[in-house]
């Protein structure tokens, strides 16, 4: 297991700071968040500080409105995570979830939420297609019948889901589980609580 990384006196509310300055897309927010929350549940399982594995889900993707680009998008935020008082460990965190080859994954936070961090993304996309709009009510076989289908949430890549799983070291379809579980419990910070059943049954 990897060491506990300190936060140098930064705060939850501080990250959140940083995601409403540079975030203003309610979807990426969503997206931020359903990080944060898978990174915290599986730091709770692994015995790892919950708090600082959550600040990293919660701010790996802060720069990602303004710099899309590849070329920018990480080392932007890394830097000004560094020059804003961050901890290095995290600001070395966001350039790491990406696929640059010079960044690589050398901590269990790191590879967690490589592991997570596309995965949770696909979970969304699979529980708003169903009626309820609900992740309580996504299965791990409807998630990896979606998989199949190369024309669903073409944008993630099927590949890189499997990759993170192997790199972390879980079962993909447990990964998966595991994942919904976590969303489920935090289903209306992310939007995935679903509809009410007198609106589902209307529609």
Do not use: C
């Amino acid at each position: 297991m990897s060491d506990y990384p300190e936060l140098n006196g930064k705060t939850r509310e501080d990250a959140w700071n940083v995601i409403t300055e540079w975030i203003q897309s309610d979807s990426l927010r969503k997206h931020v968040l359903s990080v944060e929350t898978a990174m915290r549940a599986y730091a709770e399982k692994l015995g790892q500080p919950v708090e600082a594995w959550g600040m990293l889900g919660l701010l790996h993707d802060f720069d990602f409105e303004r710099y899309p680009d590849l070329e920018q998008h990480t080392k932007v935020g890394s830097a000004y995570l560094r020059e804003n008082g961050w901890p290095e460990w995290l600001a070395d965190g966001l350039l790491a979830h990406g696929l640059d080859d010079s960044y690589p994954r050398l901590t269990d936070y790191d590879r967690a939420l490589f592991a997570v961090d596309e995965l949770t993304g696909f979970v969304s996309a699979v529980a708003l297609v169903r009626p309820s709009k609900a992740v309580a009510d996504v299965k791990v076989s409807s998630v990896t019948k979606k998989l199949k289908d190369k024309a669903f949430a073409a944008a993630i890549h099927r590949d890189e889901l499997r990759q993170g799983a192997e790199e972390f070291g879980v079962d993909f379809n447990e990964h998966i589980g595991f994942i919904i579980e976590a969303m489920t419990a935090n289903a209306e910070a992310l939007g995935l609580a679903g509809i009410p059943e007198s609106q589902e049954s209307d529609s």
